[in-house]
């Protein structure tokens, strides 16, 4: 079993910047960042497998980048130019299968943190 923890969420103004962290209690293959604002579905929004390829939903592309520290099984979600409507619920999610697919999908994942929220004011 993993278990993945979630950190860095908080409050900030239009364009500021925050750094969420997913550090994992295991090796896993890919992980993904997933956001869920009130009455709004669950979105994927950026994700990276262990050889490094990435994927981004395209509202968050040249804003949010996603990088991974594999020695330290920690992924990380840069987030720059924020804005309101990023204000979510934030969850990390990994998964151990090799294959690249459905990586902003959530159904294809098998572990999850708990959350860290991110609020963002205008």
């Known amino acids: 079993q993993v278990q993945l923890v979630e950190s860095g969420g908080g409050s900030v103004q239009t364009g500021g910047s925050l750094r969420l962290s997913c550090s994992s209690s295991g090796s896993t293959t890919t992980t993904g960042w997933f956001r869920q604002a009130p009455d709004k579905e669950r979105e994927g929004i950026a994700a990276i497998h262990r050889d490094g390829t990435t994927q981004y939903v395209d509202s968050v592309k040249g804003r949010f980048t996603i990088s991974q520290d594999n020695a330290r099984n920690t992924v990380y979600l840069q987030m720059n130019s924020l804005k309101p409507e990023d204000t979510a619920m934030y969850y990390c999610?990994?998964?151990?299968?090799?294959?690249?697919?459905?990586?902003?999908?959530?159904?294809?994942?098998?572990?999850w943190g708990q959350g860290t929220q991110v609020t963002v004011s205008s």
């Open positions: 999610a990994a998964r151990k299968n090799t294959l690249w697919y459905g990586p902003l999908a959530a159904a294809s994942y098998n572990y």
